[in-house]
């Protein structure tokens, strides 16, 4: 079955850089967008970015010179790289498997906390 | 950036009843790319329906949903207690930008 797990540092220094992984199985990253989606405590959800299957990518454009996503298909893992972090990043950050050209999230990762703290 | 503001932002039920939210958008959206998540406490996020009034698998019959342009709703035709969550729309409405809602939180009395 689809599964998504993300996998971080969960305590990480501000200005410093962040970098998660979210490993697949049940499909191929080669036929499927992954999308990242965080939500701060008690707050609501704010998209990130995505790695499409064919490996461009689209970005956030509130957070899109802070952020790097890329993928290993042959691992079925992506990556997430977020730099400058500051507090306000502090988050619980998802990896969203896209579906097709009806743009919605099918299947999510469990997520993972990231405190940014000194 | 297309702005989604649901409403209420918290709501009460009692069992049985019938509630309905809304997801208000600033600009028009596409029926076939409005979607809404269903979020329990200490979860992460399942799809509910999608594009617009198409349930997810194991979604129950009691779920509906409509609308179109800039106005979208859910509505629980009979509230159990399995139903207390926040629910978030979501939108894609143009190139590259996604969307959330800031979400209804629905409460069970």
């Known amino acids: 079955q689809v599964q998504l797990k993300e996998s971080g540092p969960g305590l990480v220094a501000p200005s410093q850089s962040l970098s998660i992984t979210c490993t697949v199985s049940g499909f191929s990253l080669s036929r499927y967008s992954v999308h990242w989606v965080r939500q701060p405590p008690g707050k609501g959800l704010e998209w990130l970015g995505m790695i499409w299957g064919g490996g461009s990518t689209d970005y956030n454009s509130a957070l899109k010179s802070r952020l790097s996503i890329s993928k290993d298909n042959s691992k079925s893992q992506v990556f997430l790289k977020m730099n400058s972090l500051q507090t306000d990043d502090t988050a619980m950050y998802y990896c969203?498997?896209?579906?097709?050209?009806?743009?919605?999230?099918?299947?999510w990762g469990q997520g993972t906390t990231l405190t940014v703290s000194s | 950036e297309n702005v989604l503001t649901q409403s209420p932002a918290i709501m009460s039920a009692s069992p049985g009843e019938k509630v309905t939210m809304t997801c208000r958008a600033s600009s028009s959206v596409s029926s076939s790319y409005l979607h809404w998540y269903q979020q329990k406490s200490g979860a992460s996020p399942k799809l509910w329906i999608y594009?617009?009034?198409n349930l997810a698998s194991g979604v129950p019959a009691r779920f509906s949903g409509s609308g179109s342009g800039t106005s979208y709703s859910l509505t629980i035709s009979s509230v159990e207690a399995e139903d207390a969550a926040t629910y978030y729309c979501?939108?894609?409405?143009?190139?590259?930008?996604?969307?959330f809602g800031g979400g209804t939180k629905l409460e069970i009395k």
């Open positions: 979501q939108q894609y409405s143009g190139y590259p930008l996604y969307t």
């Open positions: 969203a498997r896209g579906y097709g050209n009806q743009y919605y999230f099918d299947y």
């Open positions: 594009s617009t009034s």
